[in-house]
């Protein structure tokens, strides 16, 4: 939709599944652009981002805001669809009903809007790859949002932006990157999903105590200095710019403030590689090896997830 001045509106609804709203306050919190800018504010040259729906931050509540859901849903085209939390479907209704009178749930409301958006923006570890509430045993039979997708066999794209929560500025860039250049190619995404310019690297390959763990310095206890991978930091498993990015506008990170990477961007957290402060398996870290064709060294990164298989 155009605007009298000649500005695109972009439409987005942000849905809510099983989750704890961290990504929402977190996205509360971006510095550069803040995120009154983002609303109120071009995000690009002649596009404005028009939240039409967030169940948490939204004056409107009860009928009046499903209302607005729906009108989106039924006149809108080419709108983006955020979902935060993953898809309980052993809980499906959430009180409320349709506009046809049906009783109000989760799972058809996010296939319904996904079957006419655009593409679905999966915000947050839970709606990436199922997260904490999908965590076993999983009693609420919770689901990431490509699953779903996949299972109800609705083509839209989907792009996976993980984290527990998500950074901002992994959340805005995405939404940036879809205005300036479309929707991202296979080119832009890794194998799960996610903006190679966000989780391109791994943490071990930018971290400031890189140098300890070649040194074979290790901290025994929290606290101390020295390289945390004793202390179960999946920092050499873990693809993400947290260290050159930082949180809290650039302030620190979880290794900046003495605690192990937990890996919350990968596929399977928290189960797969939990515990959490136990140690991973020397195979799963990145070495160097020889080409035996060639017989030149290469680096070798490792799978992106901490263990092939949870912990007991």
Same mark, same amino acid.
Request: include cysteine; hydrophobic fraction near 35%.
């Given at each position: 939709m ?5 500005? =695109?509106?972009?439409? $987005?609804?942000?849905? =809510?599944? @099983?989750g704890c ?12 652009p803040?995120?009154?800018?983002v ?6 040259p002649?596009?404005?981002? =028009? ?5 948490t931050i939204m004056?409107a509540?009860?009928?009046? /805001?499903?209302?607005?859901l729906?009108?989106? =849903?039924q006149t809108e085209e080419?709108?983006?669809l955020?979902?935060e939390? /993953? ?10 009903t349709t ?12 296939t319904q ?5 655009l ?7 839970c709606a @990436?790859?199922?997260?904490i509430p999908a ?5 609420s039979?919770?689901?990431?949002a490509?699953q779903?997708l996949?299972?109800h066999g609705i083509?839209?794209?989907c792009v ?6 998500a950074?901002?500025?992994w959340?805005?860039g995405?939404i940036v990157h $879809?205005l300036l250049?479309g ?6 995404l890794?194998? *799960?999903?996610?903006?190679r310019?966000?989780?391109?690297q ?18 025994? *206890?929290?606290?101390?200095?020295g390289?945390?991978y004793?202390?179960?930091?999946k920092?050499?498993?873990t ?7 930082q949180w809290?506008?650039?302030?620190s990170?979880?290794?900046?403030a ?6 919350? $961007? ?14 991973i ?14 017989g030149?060294?290469?680096y ?7 263990c092939?298989e949870?912990?007991?």
């Amino acid at each position: 939709m155009m605007t009298e001045q000649g500005t =695109q509106e972009i439409p $987005v609804v942000w849905l =809510q599944g @099983t989750g704890c709203s961290g990504c929402s306050v977190s996205l509360l919190n971006a510095a550069a652009p803040r995120i009154a800018n983002v609303l109120l504010e071009e995000l690009v040259p002649g596009k404005h981002v =028009q939240l039409r729906f967030h169940p948490t931050i939204m004056a409107a509540s009860g009928e009046l /805001a499903l209302e607005i859901l729906y009108d989106t =849903q039924q006149t809108e085209e080419g709108y983006v669809l955020i979902l935060e939390g /993953a898809i309980p479907e052993k809980l499906p209704y959430i009180g409320g009903t349709t506009g046809e009178g049906e009783e109000l749930s989760i799972v058809n409301t996010f296939t319904q809007l996904a079957e006419k958006a655009l593409c679905v923006v999966a915000v947050g570890a839970c709606a @990436t790859f199922g997260g904490i509430p999908a965590a076993a045993p999983n009693p609420s039979g919770s689901k990431p949002a490509s699953q779903v997708l996949a299972e109800h066999g609705i083509a839209t794209p989907c792009v996976n932006v993980p984290g527990c929560p998500a950074h901002p500025d992994w959340i805005i860039g995405t939404i940036v990157h $879809v205005l300036l250049h479309g929707l991202p190619t296979a080119d832009d995404l890794d194998e *799960h999903g996610r903006p190679r310019a966000f989780f391109g690297q791994l943490i071990h390959e930018n971290c400031p105590r890189r140098a300890d763990f070649d040194a074979g310095k290790f901290a025994s *206890h929290h606290g101390e200095p020295g390289c945390l991978y004793e202390l179960g930091c999946k920092g050499p498993v873990t693809y993400s710019d947290c260290p050159l990015r930082q949180w809290n506008s650039g302030i620190s990170w979880p290794i900046g403030a003495g605690s192990p990477c937990l890996g919350c $961007v990968e596929p399977g957290f928290p189960d797969v590689g939990s515990a959490l402060y136990k140690k991973i398996s020397a195979d799963e870290l990145p070495r160097i090896e020889r080409d035996e064709t060639t017989g030149e060294l290469k680096y070798v990164a490792p799978a992106s997830a901490p263990c092939s298989e949870p912990s007991e």
